[in-house]
């Protein structure tokens, strides 16, 4: 903004520039200082832009010409030419070129097979005071929209639509620049999103079904923030899914088949299956477990315990003259001596007999005191009952050791339940695998502490989630087995199934095309990058702004300047209204003034009223360009009546005063008005015409810096009848009689229709104006002044012309010889003389 408040100009390099650091970093640092000081100043306006010429025409309609048409830098320039001349076709191509309020393709020669060409021009223009040449349509710079066209189109346009016309308060050219700079990034940034758009990725199609699936999400509500973990999270579950794709198509044929016992059959035996995996993994758990664990531990210590009583209870008979009391054989000794104590020796009492006189059962000598004493020890040690736990709990360790020692982790049974389930339960028996593993472990370590003293080794092993999961699968797969007889609920098993065989397809796309969804997400974060600098270089806010600024003051000058022009055009109740503003301009339309209903103002005016409202809108918009360049109109004045003609000719040839002004036209008349119009003004007139070629099958487009003899007004025939009469003299001496009688021939007819020209132009025009349908009081003084002497001249000479013209046959009588030159050159100095007098009595 600062730089183009100090006029500083950005290239197309700067805006480059800028566009790319504002993606690469938003916040661009502090903002630089900008204040008063550094708002503009007065400044010059823009330069005029002119034409110079147009040559070297390729393919543009049917024209042809050797010679460039070429335009007056300034004043006005008039191009004559008749209906089909190829005039139009020099008018379409200017309006492509230049500033129009209507635009048409210009074509190429619809005649012959020229569809593919391209029509094409050299241009020579002058920009301020360097002049240019240009190759249209490959180099059209935007100077040449300085240059205004007008057509009946182009006033129709004027009249239905809004019209931005340049007027522009110099205090807003900030405003204007920074529009320009917002304009010039939203090109930018449109160029940037449609080659990003171009670079976008194909990513895997998401249908109906699986829009609401966690992939279908992904995938639709895909962006530039999306996360790229996600998108493994996706692929990870594809790859630890426990069915493939195959597996659930063949579910998906099970449950089209007609016949579902088979299905039926296969799920009772899975939920067996499961149900044994359970029980197994159960038994192992009452063994492995840290409870089982715990239980043989204890019972090890009771066990070590009532050996350890067992010992030092033995240790009390060590005194004893035979050693070995207590031990195993002692015992059974001691069993059979009970026994035939009890059946033989002494059955009526309890072993062993200490009484007096009793006798030893095993050596039958009397037991002294020592013997009974003795016997009476033993009897105590055995009766203890630590021998007997002990026994006990070496049997119960016995059994438990050798349960646990034999335990099969892995039985045949059990791998073969795990295969059988794999295909449908792929995670669940992964899962019950490393358990069982890890139970096998826990086996192994078990029996090695077995051979040791130290504690069993607990490994906290916990199966019950394990044992959940089992349970469910063996319900799921009874209630699917049982549900398999109803029509209802296999559809909804087979739904299911496709939903995420369909699902499972969608991740499989998504690992395929990992790469390209994460082009994509990068492709997408550049793109909504764009669209936000494109919405931040909006022009509609710095609009608003101007709007608030400028409003008053634009439409009061554009209303104060259409408002003129409308006068001077005679046009009444209509008026010029602000509608709207766009990307910083003003847009004006016009409007009636004091209408009742809400009707379209072409449906008002008459055909002529519109082309004099188009017209007005058009001075109007070259009153407010400050460049004051080129003005360009193609038959401005069809439908007019011949009051408007002659306003319309004296508006273009004031803006001719200090402007270049184009004028083509086939109306004889208004070219007789414009130079009236321009010869009152002092503007210096440059006559071009147009015409078909009769050398080159009658193509249009010859061009020539000459008007036609019936364009030409009295002043310009009286020169070219100078001219011709100069050669005639020049050149007679070399010619013969007949050569020479063409020539006074021709020449005399002109002077005639000279004569003609003259009188209605001199004499009746300014009284009857065009037609007959007004007379102008004003002018009659005219006829006043018209003397005998006028009237006999102009009889005489108009008379002897008329006599030397080959305008009617000479009589043999009369003897007719062809006047000479001098006689011819004193013939047109009385001609000359009369023109000039009569022509002073409109003063």
């Known amino acids: 903004m600062r730089r183009t408040a100090v006029g500083d100009l950005l290239s197309d390099a700067d805006y480059d520039h800028l566009v790319s650091d504002i993606l690469k970093a938003p916040d661009v640092g502090p903002e630089p200082a900008f204040g008063l000081e550094h708002l503009p100043k007065a400044t010059a306006e823009d330069q005029s832009v002119r034409l110079v010429s147009i040559a070297k025409l390729e393919h543009v309609n049917a024209l042809a010409s050797d010679q460039p048409l070429t335009f007056k830098l300034n004043g006005l320039t008039i191009i004559y030419g008749d209906n089909g ?179 039926r059959q296969r799920l009772t035996r899975q939920a067996e299956k499961l149900d044994a995996l359970h029980n197994h993994i159960e038994k192992i758990h009452s063994a492995l477990g840290n409870d089982g664990l715990k239980a043989l531990q204890e019972i090890r210590e009771q066990l070590n315990g009532l050996v350890e009583a067992a010992r030092l209870l033995a240790r009390s008979f060590e005194s004893e003259p035979l050693p070995g009391v207590g031990s195993s054989p002692w015992k059974m000794l001691w069993e059979a001596a009970t026994r035939f104590s009890k059946e033989h020796a002494y059955p009526e009492h309890s072993f062993p007999v200490v009484h007096d006189n009793s006798r030893c059962v095993l050596c039958q000598q009397t037991l002294g005191a020592e013997g009974r004493d003795r016997l009476s020890r033993f009897e105590k040690f055995v009766k203890d009952d630590t021998q007997v736990r002990l026994d006990e709990a070496r049997k119960h360790y016995d059994v438990r050791v050798e349960s646990l020692t034999t335990l099969l982790v892995l039985p045949d049974a059990v791998v073969s339940d795990q295969r059988d389930l794999e295909s449908t339960h792929a995670e669940l028996i992964a899962e019950t695998r490393a358990l069982l593993d890890r139970y096998q472990k826990a086996r192994d370590q078990t029996r090695d502490a077995l051979a040791g003293v130290g504690p069993l080794p607990l490994l906290s092993i916990e199966p019950a989630t394990t044992l959940a999961r089992l349970a469910e699968a063996s319900t799921a797969a009874r209630e699917m087995a049982v549900g398999l007889s109803d029509p209802d609920i296999v559809q909804q098993r087979l739904a299911t199934t496709t939903a995420k065989r369909q699902e499972l397809e969608l991740l499989q796309e998504i690992k395929n095309s990992r790469g390209a969804i994460v082009k994509e997400i990068a492709r997408r974060k550049e793109r909504e990058a764009l669209e936000a600098l494109k919405t931040a270089a909006a022009t509609g806010p710095i609009t608003k702004k101007i709007l608030e600024l400028s ?237 005998d002497e006028d009237h006999c001249e102009f009889v005489a000479s108009y008379s002897r012309t008329s006599q030397w013209a080959k305008r009617h046959d000479k009589s043999a009588a009369v003897n007719y010889v062809h006047p000479e030159v001098a006689e011819l050159e004193k013939e047109l100095g009385l001609v000359e003389t009369w023109f000039k007098r009569v022509k002073g009595y409109k003063a």
């Open 551 to 787: 409003e008053e003051s634009i439409t009061e000058v554009v209303r104060d300047t259409f408002t003129r022009e409308a006068d001077r055009l005679r046009l009444e109740r209509v008026t010029i209204a602000r509608t709207r503003a766009d990307k910083g301009a003003l847009l004006h339309q016009p409007k009636l003034v004091g209408a009742h209903q809400d009707v379209k103002l072409p449906r008002v005016f008459s055909e002529g009223e519109r082309t004099a409202l188009g017209l007005a809108a058009f001075f109007t918009e070259a009153h407010l360009d400050g460049s004051r360049s080129a003005l360009i109109l193609d038959d401005p004045v069809t439908s007019l009546d011949h009051i408007r003609r002659g306003l319309v000719a004296a508006q273009l040839a004031e803006l001719a005063k200090n402007r270049q002004v184009i004028i083509f036209t086939h109306d004889v008349a208004f070219v007789a008005d414009l130079k009236r119009e321009a010869g009152g003004k002092g503007v210096l007139v440059a006559e071009r015409s147009v015409a078909r070629n009769r050398a080159d099958a009658r193509k249009p487009g010859a061009c020539s810096t000459k008007h036609p003899w019936k364009a030409k007004d009295v002043a310009s025939r009286l020169d070219e009848l100078h001219r011709e009469l100069s050669r005639i003299r020049m050149d007679c001496g070399t010619w013969d009689e007949k050569v020479y009688e063409e020539a006074v021939a021709i020449w005399a007819g002109n002077l005639s229709e000279t004569w003609e020209r003259i009188f209605s132009q001199e004499i009746v025009g300014p009284v009857l104006a065009e037609g007959g349908l007004e007379v102008r009081p004003m002018m009659v003084k005219i006829l006043a002044r018209f003397t």
């Open 85 to 263: 001349s190829g005039k139009s076709g020099y008018a379409r191509l200017l309006k492509r070129i230049a500033r129009a309020r209507h635009q048409e393709e210009v074509l190429s020669d619809v005649f012959r097979d020229t569809t593919l060409e391209k029509p094409a021009a050299s241009l020579s223009v002058r920009i301020g005071d360097k002049d240019e040449s240009l190759s249209w349509p490959d180099s059209t710079p935007p100077e040449l929209q300085r240059i205004r066209f007008y057509d009946s189109a182009c006033g129709n346009a004027y009249i239905a639509t809004e019209s931005d016309f340049p007027y522009r308060p110099s205090a807003l050219v900030v405003m204007d620049g920074l529009i320009n700079a917002c304009v010039a990034v939203r090109t930018r940034i449109d160029a940037k999103l449609d080659e990003n758009g171009r670079s976008s990725t194909t990513i895997p199609f998401v249908s109906d079904e699986l829009k609401s699936t966690d992939a279908g999400r992904y995938l639709n509500q895909l962006s530039g923030s999306t996360s790229v973990d996600i998108l493994d999270d996706l692929i990870a579950r594809f790859d630890a899914s426990s069915k493939t794709i195959d597996d659930l198509k063949n579910e998906e044929a099970r449950l089209r088949s007609a016949d579902t016992s088979k299905e």
